[in-house]
């Protein structure tokens, strides 16, 4: 099976710009996981999105949002970039949710300048 | 306190010894308990789920559960080179989401 995939893996955007990341989970997975790390404040929950509804949400502003499409994929935005929101953006599958393994993509680097 | 707490190291240990990395969680109510590797510059591989009190094996790694003290930690046994990298404690809070712990940076010494 082929793994989780994100795209694009690397993109420079400046502040104010708005960005789109996208997710494809392994086949068969229905719940995608957003997650953001930064060096210091590590691995933080984004979202969680099962069968195109969002189950759970981060402590993000409203500037984070997400979506996901009837195939399981999933997309985040993030509008009115910072600096602060340099960081590798993580996506994460699983087959279902509760204490699913969750399965991670390669990660999406953005910087902001 | 924070929800899952990480000795975040460095941990230096020398070729062929056991390296022991340690987390606790806040939550008593959790149920699912992962470890995951991540190698710099690379997303998070998971080494081992665990469920149940008690200890879990595969292979070098076995993960320990105590849920009574709220403790679940990984030993690697014969260390090589390449686990050099950082571990990740994840623990999931009432079943909503999975919280990550800071890390732990491990280096084997040839």
């Known amino acids: 099976k082929a793994g989780v995939t994100q795209t694009p893996r690397y993109l420079i955007k400046t502040r104010g710009q708005q960005v789109t990341l996208s997710c494809s989970p392994i086949?068969?997975?229905?719940?995608v996981s957003w997650y953001q790390q930064t060096p210091g404040q590590g691995l933080q929950f984004l979202f969680e999105?099962?069968?195109?509804?969002?189950?759970n949400k981060g402590n993000f502003p409203g500037r984070f949002s997400g979506r996901q499409f009837s195939n399981s994929r999933s997309e985040m935005n993030v509008s009115t970039l910072e600096l602060g929101d340099s960081a590798l953006y993580l996506c994460?599958?699983?087959?279902?949710?509760?204490?699913?393994?969750?399965?991670f993509g390669p990660g999406t680097r953005l910087l902001v300048l | 306190q924070k929800e899952v707490e990480q000795n975040s190291g460095p941990l230096s240990v020398p070729e062929g010894a056991i390296a022991s990395l340690n987390c606790t969680y806040s939550?008593?109510?959790?149920?699912?308990f992962f470890w995951y590797r991540q190698y710099s510059g690379k997303s998070p591989e998971l080494i081992m789920s665990?469920?149940?009190?008690g200890d879990k094996e595969d292979g070098r790694f076995t993960a320990q559960l105590n849920k009574a003290s709220q403790y679940v930690s990984l030993l690697i046994r014969d260390s090589q080179p390449s686990d050099s990298a950082t571990y990740l404690c994840?623990?999931?809070?009432?079943?909503?989401?999975?919280?990550f712990g800071q890390g732990t940076r491990l280096t084997i010494n040839p």
């Open positions: 994460a599958s699983s087959p279902g949710v509760g204490k699913e393994t969750q399965y």
């Open positions: 086949s068969g997975h229905r719940s």
């Open positions: 999105y099962f069968s195109e509804t969002q189950r």
């Open positions: 939550d008593r109510g959790s149920q699912s």
């Open positions: 665990i469920y149940s009190n």
């Open positions: 994840a623990v999931y809070q009432g079943a909503q989401k999975l919280v």
